[in-house]
């Protein structure tokens, strides 16, 4: 007991849920991890598909069996016309627009992807994106509402 004595002991409930916004940043943010590894990957000469679990069915039996697939990952980023990387940040498919009128960010080359992409990922932990995000998981909903 005298272990416990040096602690401080505090009576907290645990939360539940997160809230809405903190899940969407989340949601990014691991999107923005995917890319990151994607880039890493590529510049290595390599290749970045993660591993998730899918239930099929079997066609013969009609029985539900539980596979390890390989995650498809789109590129975020595009060489544009004048030559220059351009990386354009999604939530789900939509587009982030980052400035008015604005959606890419211009990279000068592929090594600075990297760089850019862990910028864009601190921003959008530090809640510097939450309006975009907000805005884009608006018209989200409204699709469906129709």
Same mark, same amino acid.
């Given at each position: 007991? +005298?272990?416990?004595?040096?602690? @401080?002991?505090?009576?907290? @409930? %645990?939360? &539940? /849920? *997160? +809230?809405?916004?903190?899940? %969407?940043?989340? $949601?990014?943010?691991? &999107? ?13 000469? !390599?290749?970045? *598909?993660?591993? %998730?679990?899918?239930?099929? @069915? =079997? #066609?013969?039996?009609?029985?539900? #069996? /539980?596979?390890?697939?390989? #995650? ?11 030559? $220059? ?7 789900? /498919? ?5 400035? !008015?009128? !604005? ?18 990922? $601190? ?6 994106? =939450? /309006? &975009? ?9 409204? %699709?469906? +509402?129709?």
């Amino acid at each position: 007991m +005298s272990a416990l004595n040096g602690l @401080k002991l505090v009576a907290v @409930k %645990r939360p &539940q /849920t *997160a +809230s809405p916004i903190v899940q %969407r940043r989340n $949601k990014l943010s691991n &999107q923005l991890w995917e890319q990151i590894e994607l880039a890493r990957a590529s510049a290595e000469g !390599k290749t970045f *598909a993660p591993i %998730r679990l899918r239930n099929v @069915k =079997d #066609k013969l039996t009609g029985e539900r #069996k /539980t596979i390890e697939a390989a #995650k498809r990952i789109k590129q975020w980023w595009f060489v544009a016309e004048s030559g $220059k990387v351009c990386l354009q940040v999604r939530y789900g /498919t939509r587009v982030l627009e980052l400035a !008015k009128g !604005k959606n890419s960010i211009e990279v000068g080359s592929g090594n600075e992807l990297l760089a850019v992409l862990e910028t864009v990922k $601190k921003c959008v932990e530090n809640g510097e994106m =939450d /309006t &975009q995000i907000e805005a884009a998981s608006a018209a989200v909903r409204e %699709r469906f +509402s129709h």
